[in-house]
């Protein structure tokens, strides 16, 4: 079954770019019709979504984060990646990347996702 | 942009009923479907209800959801000492180009 890895910089300076990378095994980043998520949850608080990115390379982000926020995939090492600019000590955070399968809804005759497969996180801190 | 309205903290004695609501509006619970997450202690979120009410292979039929109008709720019957964890609701927002939205988490306590 699908696996994902999350990796990356323990820490990241303030005002600097975080970059993480989500490893997928047990299948491909390409094949099906998938949604692949970043999702964040700081020490003690709640989930927070940031952005995603379809397989065909479409994405939707996070209003309150869109200005910062890059996804793309790189399908040839079967990984997503993550770059979030002008960090602050507000984005330190457990950073999750999720899988979301697609399925059809009959009764609101379109297609509908959720999060059926998670990775178990990494944790990032911002300081100087 | 807000998110989805849960209490806080909920709780109960083993074999009792607990529920969590989950309150949101038109462009998200009332528009799209509801599913919710369960986070034990020091691991990852996991899929615990999808479209409202359906379990996913392997969750206990002690745990249900439901959803009408703008709100949404999971209820957790038969309580056990290792359903102690946090739960969330989500559902995707179709408003600024479309979204998900959590809710803020509902940490539920066995006594």
């Known amino acids: 079954q699908v696996q994902l890895q999350e990796s990356g910089p323990g820490l990241v300076k303030p005002s600097e770019t975080l970059s993480l990378t989500c490893t997928v095994s047990?299948?491909?980043?390409?094949?099906?019709?998938?949604?692949w998520s970043w999702v964040r949850q700081p020490a003690g608080k709640g989930l927070e979504w940031i952005g995603r990115?379809?397989?065909?390379?479409?994405?939707n982000f996070n209003p309150s984060l869109k200005s910062r926020v890059t996804i793309f995939i790189d399908a040839s090492q079967n990984q997503i990646s993550l770059k979030l600019a002008s960090v602050t000590a507000a984005d330190t955070a457990v950073y999750y990347c999720?899988?979301?399968?697609?399925?059809?809804?009959?009764?609101?005759?379109?297609?509908?996702?959720?999060?059926?497969?998670w990775g178990k996180g990494t944790t990032v801190a911002v300081s100087s | 942009q807000s998110g989805l309205t849960q209490p806080p903290s909920a709780s109960g004695t083993p074999g009792q009923r607990v529920t969590i609501s989950c309150s949101g509006s038109?462009?998200?619970?009332?528009?799209?479907?509801v599913h919710w997450y369960q986070q034990l202690p020091g691991t990852a979120p996991k899929l615990l209800i999808y479209?409202?009410?359906q379990r996913p292979s392997g969750v206990p039929d002690r745990f249900s959801g439901s959803k009408s109008d703008t709100s949404a709720s999971l209820a957790i019957s038969g309580l056990r000492s290792e359903d102690e964890a946090d739960y969330y609701c989500?559902?995707?927002?179709?408003?600024?180009?479309?979204?998900?939205?959590f809710g803020g988490g509902t940490k539920v306590t066995v006594l």
């Open positions: 047990g299948g491909s980043i390409s094949s099906g019709s998938n949604y």
């Open positions: 990115i379809f397989t065909s390379g479409s994405t």
């Open positions: 038109t462009s998200n619970i009332g528009s799209n479907y």
């Open positions: 479209r409202n009410n």
């Open positions: 989500a559902a995707w927002d179709d408003s600024l180009s479309g979204h998900w939205v």
């Open positions: 999720a899988r979301e399968v697609e399925r059809w809804s009959g009764s609101l005759n379109q297609y509908y996702y959720y999060m059926n497969v």
